[in-house]
């Protein structure tokens, strides 16, 4: 390996990007060898101590080098290194990427969208070697005419992310978990629909949710739901105002969590309560870490069969929505997602709810399937990849 490699995205433990990015960090400084430069922000005010402890020299690098590093108008080059550079829909480049590269240049990209232009590929036929984070996004790019395209997955921290004993936090209920940003390829409609129908009659369900977006705007988009009959309210601090959607939505408030926004480490907490994860998005660049983290900590799941999904279903370890009826979407590209069945949704959330031995079941079987997925595991796939665009 080069000894410096260039990191173009955040560090945080707020959002799937930075959560990839932190996990590479740790990695590269458990190996030594090669020093991260992180170009993107580094959220230490929300990392605990032990893990700014752990990037205090990257931080200082960034902070004595990287101001006098970039200078606007010129893309800087940073020498005897390997950048990695975050790509989106359409392979476009962040500011960042457009403002700094490697002697080699490497793209994770994780997009949405299912069609590529002549920009993008052009975009990606810059770039030394292209890692998808999804069969799903490889064969979209391939297909397009990319070349140099492999795939690496997302990792889990199956050091914190296993099953383990639980509070009793919902004790007497049966706890059904519902994590992503609020978005509309996540769902979340088809989620509350579902939910209201399963809830009826039902005192011992409680529906819990991870929802918070930190793009709240986004939101917006659910004006294409056809489940919702109100769209999500942003009060005056900015933040989506996910109770009272759900309630407006039919959801009675004694049956409805909103977790608000919760740090990457401590969501192990909440899912070890969890009897199940209900996961009907309708598209996934990626793997969808959220679903990864629930099969690891042994949630019996629920998964869509679409996209990114397809590669964490496995045999016996998930519940799978086999309908997937065509999504058309307003000025966006949709081959290849998937529009789950609100009725199939109830009716294996009704099985679970009935037999949690066959639950327990699932669950042990997705613990297994993820725990060979741990981030130095996929991060050592990454660094490979980063090896081979070097030869």
């Not at 929300?46 to 931080?59: D, H, M, R, S």
């Not at 309630?247 to 009675?252: F, K, L, M, Q, V």
Request: aromatic share 10%.
């Amino acid at each position: 390996m080069t000894p410096w490699l260039g990191i173009t995205w955040g560090i945080s433990n707020r959002y799937g990007w930075g959560v990839y990015g932190l996990n590479l960090v740790r990695e590269l400084l458990r190996k030594g060898g090669t020093f991260p430069v992180c170009f993107g922000e580094i959220a230490a005010n929300t990392l605990n101590a032990e893990t700014c402890e752990l990037l205090a020299p990257v931080i200082k690098f960034q902070k004595d080098n990287l101001s006098s590093f970039m200078r606007e108008t010129k893309v800087a080059r940073l020498r005897d290194a390997v950048v990695v550079h975050a790509l989106g829909n359409d392979a476009e480049w962040s500011m960042i990427s457009n403002a700094v590269e490697g002697d080699t240049n490497v793209g994770v990209i994780f997009f949405e969208h299912s069609d590529i232009s002549a920009a993008g590929l052009n975009r990606l036929s810059k770039l030394n070697q292209i890692v998808a984070g999804s069969t799903w996004n490889a064969d979209v790019m391939k297909a397009a005419g990319a070349n140099n395209v492999t795939t690496v997955f997302q990792g889990v921290d199956t050091t914190l992310f296993r099953p383990m004993p639980r509070n009793g936090t919902y004790d007497g209920k049966f706890a059904v978990f519902s994590g992503g940003k609020f978005d509309y390829r996540k769902g979340q409609d088809i989620v509350l629909a579902a939910f209201k129908a399963f809830a009826q009659n039902r005192d011992d369900v409680v529906l819990v949710t991870g929802w918070h977006n930190l793009w709240p705007l986004t939101a917006a988009q659910f004006r294409y739901s056809p489940h919702l009959s109100t769209l999500p309210y942003v009060g005056a601090d900015d933040r989506l105002n996910i109770t009272r959607m759900a309630t407006d939505n039919g959801i009675p408030e004694s049956k409805f969590v909103d977790l608000g926004l919760m740090p990457n480490e401590e969501m192990p907490g909440i899912l070890k309560e969890m009897d199940l994860a209900v996961f009907p998005n309708r598209c996934e660049g990626g793997t969808n870490l959220v679903a990864m983290e629930a099969m690891a900590c042994g949630v019996p799941c629920i998964i869509s069969r679409n996209t990114g999904h397809e590669d964490i279903i496995n045999d016996g370890g998930c519940w799978v929505l086999e309908q997937q009826d065509r999504v058309s979407f307003e000025g966006m590209a949709t081959e290849g997602w998937g529009e789950s069945s609100v009725d199939e949704l109830v009716a294996l959330m009704e099985n679970a709810y009935k037999d949690r031995a066959e639950g327990r079941k699932i669950g042990q079987n997705g613990a297994e399937f993820m725990h060979a997925w741990s981030w130095p595991k996929q991060i050592d796939l990454l660094l490979l990849n980063v090896e081979k665009a070097l030869v």
